[in-house]
């Protein structure tokens, strides 16, 4: 098939000021055989006006009420909806490329099933980028460029929500937005990962993101890092825990705070290690902290490890590469 049509889902609420430039770039993409389908999700803006005068004028723009509430109800809506025979995703305050759709298709079909298609990202904003987004955005383009991104899949969303392009069938047998598991992109790049869809590797700049205060992955609760956390740990025990090796957890601050929590919570038995001797010894949640060399002492374990300092992630690595230790196999490194 080499005219398939493309389903674009597209959510939005209160973005009116920006999807002007949002629809003008998917108008303006060289490949032309796509439908939108737009998704209001109870915008209190003109932002449904607006879109409704473009889809007047332009027939493969769809436009729809959410019937529920939220951003997950809007793509699983807009996804009822769709006759595509490729799913991608946009956000209604970014941008494309003019050559998005038509290199991601390019790639899936040449691919095939079975895979899912990205591309580099590019954060714009009229109040300057920070140096964490900068951090983030090289982070995950160099992850791009060589399709290792599951490789550091519990650090950060690996996979940009608003950049991929995978085959129907696909997504609908990795139950996409199903059920409500939040943060979507996250839980979405999961299952990506759960399924083992390949990642396509590509060097080419297809989707500009653009970062303002209000926007949603900066304000809402969702999106918020104890919610990274849990669906970080969920899919771990899910994925790659070996429930016969012994646990270690690594790393005592917040998140390996939060981390042993949830484990006690979960019921699932962990040694915890941490480099701060100012805690050794000590017990949190009635339970002791160690020092690192005790991992000497435990055969065979699976690590989780939180320290967020880059020099100590440093000798972190060097220690466990002089052990014979394999990450995402032996350690994951959660931060």
């Given at each position: 098939?080499?005219?398939?049509?493309?389903?674009?889902?597209?959510?939005?609420?209160?973005?009116?000021?920006?999807?002007?430039?949002?629809?003008?770039?998917?108008?303006?993409?060289?490949?032309?055989?796509?439908?939108?389908?737009i998704?209001?999700?109870?915008?209190?803006?003109?932002?449904?006006?607006?879109?409704?005068?473009?889809?007047?004028?332009?027939?493969?723009?769809?436009?729809?009420?959410?019937?529920?509430?939220?951003?997950?109800?809007?793509?699983?809506?807009?996804?009822?909806?769709s006759?595509?025979?490729?799913?991608?995703?946009?956000?209604?305050?970014?941008?494309?490329?003019?050559?998005?759709?038509?290199?991601?298709?390019?790639?899936?079909?040449?691919?095939?099933?079975?895979?899912?298609?990205?591309?580099?990202?590019?954060?714009?904003?009229?109040?300057?980028?920070?140096?964490?987004?900068?951090?983030?955005?090289?982070?995950?383009?160099?992850?791009?460029?060589?399709?290792?991104?599951?490789?550091?899949?519990?650090k950060?969303?690996?996979?940009?929500?608003?950049?991929?392009?995978?085959?129907?069938?696909?997504?609908?047998?990795?139950?996409?937005?199903?059920?409500?598991?939040?943060?979507e992109?996250?839980?979405?790049?999961?299952?990506?990962?759960?399924?083992?869809?390949?990642?396509?590797?590509?060097?080419?700049?297809?989707?500009?993101?653009?970062?303002?205060?209000?926007?949603?992955?900066?304000?809402?609760?969702?999106?918020?890092?104890?919610?990274?956390?849990?669906?970080?740990?969920?899919?771990?025990?899910?994925?790659?825990?070996?429930?016969?090796?012994?646990?270690?957890?690594?790393?005592?601050?917040f998140?390996?705070?939060?981390?042993?929590?949830?484990?006690?919570?979960?019921?699932?038995?962990?040694?915890?290690?941490?480099?701060?001797?100012?805690?050794?010894?000590?017990?949190?949640?009635n339970?002791?902290?160690?020092?690192?060399?005790?991992?000497?002492?435990?055969?065979?374990?699976?690590?989780?490890?939180?320290?967020?300092?880059?020099?100590?992630?440093?000798?972190?690595?060097?220690?466990?590469?002089?052990?014979?230790?394999?990450?995402?196999?032996?350690?994951?490194?959660?931060?």
């Amino acid at each position: 098939m080499q005219n398939p049509l493309i389903s674009i889902l597209t959510p939005f609420k209160n973005t009116a000021a920006f999807l002007p430039e949002c629809l003008a770039s998917i108008k303006s993409q060289t490949y032309t055989h796509w439908e939108l389908l737009i998704v209001d999700d109870g915008s209190t803006d003109d932002g449904y006006k607006l879109v409704r005068e473009y889809a007047k004028q332009d027939s493969r723009i769809k436009l729809y009420k959410n019937s529920g509430s939220g951003i997950i109800e809007a793509l699983r809506m807009g996804f009822s909806k769709s006759s595509g025979c490729y799913i991608t995703r946009m956000d209604s305050d970014d941008i494309m490329s003019s050559n998005k759709l038509e290199v991601l298709l390019k790639n899936l079909q040449t691919y095939g099933k079975k895979h899912v298609a990205t591309g580099l990202v590019s954060y714009f904003s009229e109040e300057g980028i920070s140096d964490g987004y900068n951090s983030y955005e090289s982070w995950l383009n160099q992850l791009t460029q060589t399709g290792s991104n599951y490789s550091e899949i519990y650090k950060e969303c690996v996979i940009p929500s608003p950049c991929w392009m995978i085959h129907k069938d696909d997504l609908v047998a990795c139950d996409a937005f199903n059920p409500n598991d939040y943060p979507e992109d996250y839980d979405l790049t999961f299952r990506f990962y759960k399924y083992q869809y390949k990642v396509i590797p590509c060097n080419q700049l297809l989707h500009y993101w653009r970062d303002y205060s209000t926007r949603t992955s900066r304000t809402h609760e969702h999106y918020a890092q104890n919610y990274f956390l849990e669906i970080k740990l969920n899919y771990f025990l899910e994925l790659d825990y070996n429930p016969t090796r012994p646990l270690v957890l690594w790393g005592a601050g917040f998140k390996g705070k939060s981390i042993a929590k949830l484990l006690i919570d979960k019921g699932v038995d962990f040694i915890w290690i941490c480099n701060n001797p100012k805690k050794i010894g000590k017990h949190i949640y009635n339970q002791e902290l160690f020092g690192f060399t005790y991992l000497n002492s435990i055969q065979d374990a699976q690590s989780i490890v939180t320290v967020a300092n880059k020099q100590s992630q440093k000798a972190i690595r060097a220690f466990f590469k002089t052990h014979d230790k394999m990450e995402m196999e032996d350690y994951f490194f959660f931060c």
